[in-house]
């Protein structure tokens, strides 16, 4: 969907590759950055799936939009998002805005209904080019690991909710 930002009233933002310590110029990350960065990465997955995500989409960005944000999380596994409940909003840039509307639909139609072993299996392609390749890996590693459980996330997260607090704080 293209994003109607008169609709978007988001009072955090979250910019992946700002919001994790990079490499800068073959520098390494510091011990504590490259903690902060590995966590990141490995609970990415979560921000996707529960956020608002706004893509900024050029025509190097085609393959990594994330899949995860046109995904619901239900009883029965990680399931298309209905249409109009979808939390994907994208915003061509650069030479991809003279084709906004084809684009964006191509992007949706490619990515909305994939299963997550062809999410898995399409992201794994070469042709998706990332920043780095071991990072790529774990990313699919974790993808696959949380499509499998994604069921069973859910069943805990509901009987989780109908549970008491630990805790009440008197008033």
């Known amino acids: 969907m293209v994003a109607d930002y008169a609709l978007l009233q988001l ?7 700002w919001s994790l310590p990079q490499r800068v110029n073959d520098t390494p990350r510091t011990e504590d950055e490259d903690v902060t960065f590995k966590l990141g990465l490995m609970n990415i997955n979560m921000l996707y799936m529960s956020s608002t995500v706004l893509v900024f989409f050029d025509l190097q960005y085609v393959g990594r939009l994330s899949w995860l ?15 109009d409940q979808r939390r994907t909003y994208i915003l061509c840039t650069g030479a991809a805005s003279e084709a906004e509307a084809t684009n964006t639909e191509a992007m949706i139609k490619m990515w909305s209904e994939k299963s997550p ?47 008491p607090l630990a805790f009440e704080i008197e008033q």
Do not use: C, H
């Open 117 to 163: 072993r062809e999410a898995i299996e399409a992201l794994g392609e070469d042709d998706i080019v990332v920043t780095n390749q071991s990072d790529k890996d774990q990313q699919l590693k974790i993808l696959k690991n949380f499509a499998e459980s994604a069921g069973g996330l859910y069943d805990q997260a509901v009987a989780e909710s109908a549970m």
């Open 11 to 17: 009072a955090q933002v979250w910019l992946d590759f």
């Open 69 to 83: 944000s046109l995904r619901t999380l239900t009883k029965d596994g990680l399931m298309s998002t209905p249409t």
